[in-house]
């Protein structure tokens, strides 16, 4: 199965062994992201998160 990345727009081909390939096979309009974009986000997430640093 062919699917795209909803914020980079890579397309990637997924085997029946990805971690999301039931979810994406049963519902056609579900949300795909890329390995890279997860860890961008996770990565984004954890630093807002963070408290400022006084000057």
Do not use: S, W
């Not at 909803?6 to 056609?28: I, P, Q, S």
């Not at 579900?30 to 390995?35: P, R």
């Amino acid at each position: 199965m062919e699917v795209k990345c909803a914020f980079c727009g890579r397309k990637e081909e997924l085997t029946k062994v990805h971690k999301d390939y039931r979810k994406l096979a049963r519902d056609k309009n579900a949300v795909y992201t890329c390995e890279i974009c997860r860890a961008r986000l996770r990565y984004q997430a954890m630093q807002t998160q963070k408290p400022e640093k006084p000057l």
